[in-house]
Nanobody, 122 residues
Framework: VQLVDSGGGLVQAGDSLRLSCAASERTFSIYAMAWFRQAPGKERQFVAAIRWSADNTDYADSVKGRFTISRDNAKNTVYLQMNSLKPEDTAVYIC????????????????WGQGTQVTVSS
């Protein structure tokens, strides 16, 4: 499975962005998909996750109420709607797919996108 992230950009604080993650093939083997982010010099950080065939979602406390993860099974695509962006949201956002669990830990994910840069200016 190949994942292609897109939708990043340079925005001002308070603005919104929608990230997309498209899977290259049928996703019947995928159990969950997630978004992580990584800022320079920092560890990869969990943002949000969603089960592929159910409505279970999970969010990091830092984005809860501002970000929404969703999926379009027909398009094999997962989205991350980001509202009320803050400068501390600046990072490379990376989508991931896992075949067995929904988790906040990156080691449980089997496939990764290339990442898309999100920069929020104050």
């Amino acid at each position: 499975v190949q994942l292609v992230d897109s939708g990043g950009g340079l925005v001002q604080a308070g603005d919104s962005l929608r990230l997309s993650c498209a899977a290259s093939e049928r996703t019947f083997s995928i159990y969950a998909m997630a978004w992580f982010r990584q800022a320079p010099g920092k560890e990869r950080q969990f943002v949000a996750a969603i089960r592929w065939s159910a409505d279970n979602t999970d969010y990091a406390d830092s984005v809860k109420g501002r970000f929404t993860i969703s999926r379009d099974n027909a398009k094999n695509t997962v989205y991350l709607q980001m509202n009320s962006l803050k400068p501390e949201d600046t990072a490379v956002y990376i989508c991931a797919a896992g075949v067995s669990v929904i988790s906040r830990w990156p080691q449980f994910y089997d496939y990764w996108g290339q990442g898309t840069q999100v920069t929020v200016s104050s």
